[in-house]
């Protein structure tokens, strides 16, 4: 694979960045799926998901190939475990959101009015903090060269922060999801009160997952 290796040649963080940013593109598609979703445009409800499990599936190829040739001798500050354990974050986000689009072709859900506000104050809040963890992992570079201290580390340091409170926050808007779902009643019968159950739990999912970045992050830095 020439161009994984001329990424790292580069720079040990290239390839992470390149992988994250096929992560991006999965969350990119999250918003739009749900929109469709809210509409009752099913036909795009599996269009975006099938867009969403190609785009996961182009990740986890990046991320077989980043491991397959990962060059022993290569990092400088950074522990190889810590490396693979970044990575593995990454790839726990693109995997979360190919849940949720296989969740929503499993039928053709029905949302009830009352569900719409908070649903998508859920998903617009998820899809902030994975679209804010990609944003850190484009700082790698940058903290590599400062040797993971001095300001470019109280950057990534605050970012980390951020995502924390972020991830609280998600749980604070799934937990209001989650009222308003099982408030419903006989408006939603009880193949579609699980999926929606299920389907908050995985967007939960993909902002646990989010968090999990700057934690990782944090390690190199404590290091």
Known sequence: MRSILSMFAKSPFKPLVSHMEMVRSCVDHVHPLFSAQLKGQFDKVGEMSEKIVRLEHEADTIKSDIRNHLPQGIFLAVDRRDFLHLLSAQDDIADAVEDLAVLLRIKNLKTTEPMKEPLMELVDHVVNIA?????????????????????????????????????????????????????????????????????????????????????????????
């Not at 937990?175 to 779902?181: E, N, V």
């Not at 579609?192 to 995985?202: C, F, G, H, P």
């Open 131 to 223: 679209q804010k963890s990609c944003d850190l992992i484009h700082e790698l570079n940058a903290l590599l060269e400062a040797s993971f201290g001095g300001m470019e580390a109280e950057k990534v340091e605050k970012g980390c922060h951020k995502l924390a409170e972020l991830e609280w926050e998600a749980d604070r808007k799934q937990f209001q999801f989650a009222k308003t779902l099982f408030a419903q009643g006989e408006e939603l019968n009880s193949a579609d009160l699980l999926l929606w159950n299920e389907v908050s739990k995985k967007l939960g999912g993909v902002a646990d997952r989010s968090e999990q970045i700057g934690k990782v992050l944090r390690i190199f830095l404590a290091k």
